[in-house]
């Protein structure tokens, strides 16, 4: 499946963070494929059915429901309760094919870019830890991190739309610059691309997701 806008394709999964001795936290993440920008997010205690559908719930009524949700084939995302609300918001469910390890590469890639973060604590001291400094990453990751899939927009402006009037300003200016000093350049600049189409195994997808409904 392939998303050509954002709000189309949804990607989710819980991952376990480290807090002190042996617990650990779960933490559900949410993101827009075409963008990647986080439009849900939770940490608790466990995973629980009723959490997720209430998480889904409110990214729903902030950002209107996307087309379709893609998940792993884990227990809470096969819930009979998370499908209804799901059906209830006439949003596709789509899992990951069993046996494949790399068919929910979006939310994994985010997960990996938290860890491996050199200001994420290996151990949280508590619950309250973990969901603060979670909440100043992710806001830094939205809204600053430069994406090199995203030609070096932040998800956040790819989310919102503005990338294109700021890839069109980049390119203005390395117009001028070409016009100003062609000996500099081999050929002409081109700022780059911000994807056109973007998804989860969306080379085996005939098509991609209608822009509209």
């Not at 995203?150 to 989310?159: E, I, K, Q, R």
């Amino acid at each position: 499946m392939a998303a050509t806008a954002p709000g189309q394709l949804w990607s989710w999964d819980v991952t376990e963070l480290k807090g002190p001795a042996r617990q650990r936290y779960k933490l559900y993440l949410v993101i827009d494929v075409f963008s990647r920008y986080p439009v849900g997010w939770r940490i608790e205690h466990r995973e629980d059915t009723a959490m997720a559908v209430d998480m889904f719930a409110i990214a729903f009524t902030r950002y209107g429901a996307p087309q379709v949700l893609h998940a792993d084939n884990g227990a809470i995302m096969r819930s009979r309760d998370l499908l209804d609300a799901l059906q209830a918001a006439q949003i596709e469910a789509s899992f990951s094919r069993p046996r494949v390890s790399d068919d929910n590469p979006f939310s994994e890639s985010l997960f990996k870019t938290i860890k491996y973060d050199l200001a994420c604590p290996d151990r949280f001291d508590d619950i309250d830890h973990a969901r603060a400094w979670t909440t100043a990453f992710l806001a830094g990751y939205a809204g600053e991190h430069r994406h090199s899939g995203l030609g070096w927009h932040t998800p956040a402006s790819v989310f919102d739309g503005t990338a294109a009037h700021q890839r069109q300003h980049r390119q203005t200016l390395l117009n001028r610059q070409y016009l100003a000093h062609p000996q500099r350049f081999r050929r002409p600049p081109r700022a780059p691309e911000i994807p056109a189409i973007v998804g989860i195994n969306h080379r085996r997808t005939t098509q991609p997701l209608s822009q509209t409904g």
